[in-house]
């Protein structure tokens, strides 16, 4: 039994050590873990220039022209002016990460008691100039379907547009993205965006969970006119398909490696226990 339980002991310590190594050493991460379609330790020529920059405080134009989900021109200022707006940009046709986002996105807005078209608005961006009303006509339906509280058609816009006013929107907020030729399929981080009523960056959240407390407090804050504070940046990027492996590729920052290879590790760990345990009740049968 003393054998046994000082095994188990040094078990436990080597599960320490190794998960403090990998703490101090997330390149190593990096290195052991690779996709088959790109090295996840290091970024992809596409996304060294991708990413969301915090720019608090800073107005977007509200005179940018889109066209909402009817296919009606509008102009962003007609979303602004008595309540707080949260922006996401995205695409619609996106495989992977846009859809992760909008749901994300949802799932909040339905559990904070503050409501969609009565307290704020939200407003979704597509960045593909090529994208039509037809998409955002179908994305609209969809994510107010899954909403399912009153205001929610009346208060959720999903917006279309022309190169120009796209870039110009995701250069006042800091959301940088990239176009790849290859598969016609644009690299962006994911992330929102709270505004005031006036137009002001108030807040940035990131990755595809979003707080419910922290989303409503944002809300809060932004319809007061007051501006939050920076944010650590623990960024998803959508990346590209690959035609030769028929696989999409998700690059995911350096903590969200290190948690999973952490929970890899001690999961091998644990069933170290289990096949310890069982070779120690069979031989003891056998004994």
């Not at 310890?276 to 003891?284: P, S, V």
Request: charged share 20%.
């Amino acid at each position: 039994m003393f054998w046994r339980n000082t095994n188990v002991r040094r078990l436990s310590l080597l599960a320490v050590v190794l998960a403090g190594a990998l703490l101090a050493r997330p390149q190593i991460v990096a290195a052991q873990f690779q996709d088959p379609t790109q090295g996840m330790g290091v970024r992809p020529d596409l996304l060294k220039d991708v990413g969301i920059d915090q720019k608090l405080n800073d107005s977007i134009p509200l005179n940018l022209k889109f066209r909402d989900e009817h296919g009606k021109p509008v102009e962003l200022a007609q979303y602004f002016g008595s309540k707080p707006v949260i922006l996401s940009l995205v695409y619609y046709n996106c495989p992977m990460l846009c859809t992760q986002v909008l749901n994300g996105l949802t799932r909040s807005l339905k559990q904070i008691p503050m409501g969609i078209g009565k307290d704020f608005n939200v407003v979704t961006v597509s960045i593909d100039p090529t994208e039509r009303t037809v998409l955002a006509d179908a994305k609209q339906t969809l994510y107010t379907s899954m909403y399912a509280r009153p205001g929610g058609a009346q208060g959720w816009h999903f917006l279309t547009g022309e190169d120009d006013q796209i870039k110009r929107l995701a250069q006042a907020v800091g959301f940088r993205y990239a176009y790849d030729p290859d598969s016609h399929q644009y690299a962006h981080a994911s992330g929102i965006m709270v505004l005031t009523p006036e137009g002001k960056i108030s807040r940035y959240f990131y990755g595809i969970q979003y707080p419910e407390r922290d989303l409503r407090l944002g809300l809060v804050e932004a319809s007061e006119g007051k501006i939050g504070s920076p944010v650590d940046q623990v960024l998803l990027f959508c990346y590209h398909y690959d035609p030769h492996t028929g696989k999409y590729g998700l690059l995911i920052s350096r903590v969200i490696q290190l948690a999973g290879a952490i929970t890899v590790l001690l999961g091998g760990i644990a069933l170290g226990f289990l096949f310890y345990g069982e070779h120690e009740r069979l031989h003891g049968k056998k004994a």
